[in-house]
């Protein structure tokens, strides 16, 4: 990295700090940990015999390594899916002995994501760390972007993108800087509700891309609400959330969700739909009308940092239809929540952020099929977005 490069970070990431052994979720524990070439090379070399001995044991060569500075090795989780170097109050080892330069370059970054954009540096922080929530929430005030100079600090490069390349003279993704620019303005226009936001982003995508509105047929449906609770029924079971996601954490929200909603009961598929009504028009509206500003920022994030509208593939109407559909999907979890608590509070909506984040974003193939899934049905449309909107 160059020294003194300028660096674009928002505004909530701006003080961020890892609270360590006070984490609720660590990201330390219940995922692979990748160590770089380096830091690999460094463990083996270390002075500390204990140290040394540990590392033996517990770190691996990673023979299908897709790039040296990322994953060149890996930490063995135990079976309790914790780091072992992690300590019983969750601090780590290697940090406390051999200092911060020993860390790899995943957990010195983590939760940072550094993109590179026309050559300029973006900061921004996952939302699968509980602290980088509570920082994008903690201001009601529009996110804003400030110019930093950029520290000389371990990193890694999530994605690099040169709109001026000849490759893109026929893309949509020559103009990514101002559709991005008009996404986040979009969605920061308080004037309307944020769902209604939503919508005016995709028309104006829609618009864009003249893409053709009247080309698939209507979805037939008896009411939005029965559609919904079909539609993430089946994205749920697609996630496989109780068999094949191992997050206890995930699982028990979705109970709550599938109590809330009474999915399991024998009721007609219309009465469920009218419970979920009626807590979207008695709880979730009052509260998203009071507190919009946790969905902005979550959306800001979102597009901020996934090169939205390319955040799928070079197709703008792919990325937005996945920003609804991930953005819905909260929704409708807190909303099953609200069914079963009758009430809905800002720290629920941080909780959901996190863990769909830590679920739905860092799986290697579930938004790629589902995305499939929509194109195969013809749903790539704003007639669905409606459904899931309005
Ligand atoms: S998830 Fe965030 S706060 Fe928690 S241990 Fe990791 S970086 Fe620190």
Same mark, same amino acid.
């Given at each position: 990295?160059?020294?003194?490069?300028?660096?674009?970070i928002?505004?909530?990431?701006?003080?961020? *700090?890892?609270?360590?052994?006070?984490?609720?979720?660590?990201?330390?524990?219940g995922?692979?940990?990748?160590i770089?070439?380096?830091?690999?090379?460094?463990?083996?070399?270390?002075?500390?015999?204990?140290?040394?001995?540990?590392?033996v044991?517990?770190?691996?060569?990673?023979?299908?390594?897709?790039?040296?500075?990322?994953?060149?090795?890996?930490?063995?989780?135990?079976?309790?899916?914790?780091?072992p170097?992690?300590?019983?109050?969750?601090?780590?080892?290697?940090?406390?002995?051999?200092?911060e330069?020993?860390?790899?370059?995943?957990?010195? &970054?983590?939760? /940072?994501?550094?993109?590179?954009?026309?050559?300029?540096?973006?900061?921004?922080?996952?939302?699968?760390?509980p602290?980088?929530? /509570?920082?994008?929430?903690?201001?009601?005030?529009?996110?804003?972007?400030?110019?930093?100079?950029?520290?000389?600090?371990?990193?890694?490069?999530?994605?690099?993108?040169?709109?001026?390349?000849?490759r893109?003279?026929? &893309?949509?993704?020559?103009?990514?800087?101002?559709?991005?620019?008009?996404?986040?303005e979009?969605?920061?226009?308080?004037?309307?509700?944020?769902?209604?936001? =939503?919508? +005016?982003?995709?028309?104006?995508?829609? +618009?864009?891309?003249q893409?053709?509105?009247?080309?698939h047929?209507?979805i037939?449906?008896?009411?939005?609400?029965?559609?919904?609770?079909?539609?993430?029924?089946?994205?749920?079971?697609?996630?496989?959330?109780?068999?094949?996601?191992?997050?206890?954490?995930?699982?028990?929200?979705?109970?709550?969700?599938?109590?809330?909603?009474?999915?399991?009961?024998?009721?007609?598929?219309?009465?469920?739909?009218? =419970?979920?009504?009626? !807590?979207?028009?008695?709880?979730?509206?009052?509260?998203?009308?009071?507190?919009?500003?946790?969905?902005?920022?979550?959306?800001?994030?979102s597009?901020?940092?996934?090169?939205?509208?390319?955040?799928?593939?070079?197709?703008?109407?792919?990325?937005? !239809?996945?920003?609804?559909? /991930?953005?819905? =999907?909260?929704?409708?979890?807190?909303?099953?929540?609200?069914?079963?608590?009758r *009430?809905?509070?800002?720290?629920?909506?941080?909780?959901?952020?996190?863990?769909? *984040?830590?679920?739905?974003n860092?799986?290697?193939t579930?938004?790629?099929?589902?995305?499939?899934?929509?194109?195969?049905?013809?749903?790539?449309?704003?007639?669905?977005?409606?459904?899931?909107?309005?």
């Open positions: 990295m160059k020294k003194q490069a300028k660096i674009l928002p505004s909530y990431a701006e003080d961020f *700090t890892c609270i360590g052994g006070e984490c609720e979720d660590s990201c330390c524990i995922w692979d940990i990748d770089d070439k380096i830091t690999f090379r460094k463990y083996f070399r270390t002075k500390n015999a204990e140290m040394k001995k540990k590392f044991k517990h770190i691996y060569r990673n023979e299908e390594s897709d790039c040296y500075d990322v994953d060149y090795g890996r930490v063995a989780i135990n079976d309790a899916k914790w780091c170097f992690l300590d019983k109050d969750k601090y780590c080892e290697i940090y406390r002995n051999l200092g330069d020993y860390l790899s370059n995943v957990c010195y &970054s983590f939760p /940072r994501v550094y993109n590179i954009l026309n050559g300029n540096y973006e900061l921004s922080l996952y939302m699968s760390c602290e980088a929530v /509570r920082k994008l929430l903690s201001s009601r005030d529009p996110i804003t972007f400030i110019e930093r100079q950029m520290p000389e600090v371990k990193h890694i490069i999530h994605s690099a993108v040169d709109t001026g390349e000849k893109w003279n026929k &893309s949509h993704i020559r103009k990514l800087p101002q559709l991005r620019s008009l996404s986040i979009t969605i920061q226009d308080r004037s309307c509700g944020i769902n209604e936001r =939503l919508l +005016n982003l995709g028309r104006k995508l829609e +618009n864009i891309a893409r053709d509105p009247t080309h047929d209507p037939r449906i008896k009411s939005r609400y029965a559609f919904r609770i079909e539609y993430f029924r089946y994205v749920i079971e697609s996630l496989g959330v109780f068999d094949e996601i191992d997050s206890p954490v995930f699982a028990s929200f979705t109970s709550l969700l599938m109590e809330g909603f009474e999915l399991s009961h024998e009721k007609s598929l219309e009465s469920k739909a009218d =419970l979920y009504r009626e !807590v979207v028009e008695t709880v979730v509206k009052p509260f998203t009308e009071e507190n919009g500003y946790v969905f902005e920022h979550y959306l800001v994030n597009i901020y940092q996934d090169n939205f509208p390319f955040s799928e593939n070079q197709d703008m109407f792919d990325g937005y !239809v996945m920003l609804v559909v /991930r953005f819905a =999907l909260v929704q409708f979890y807190l909303a099953g929540i609200a069914a079963r608590n *009430t809905l509070t800002v720290d629920d909506v941080a909780q959901m952020i996190q863990i769909h *984040t830590k679920i739905i860092h799986h290697k579930f938004i790629l099929n589902l995305l499939q899934e929509i194109k195969r049905k013809q749903f790539d449309n704003m007639e669905f977005i409606s459904l899931l909107l309005e």
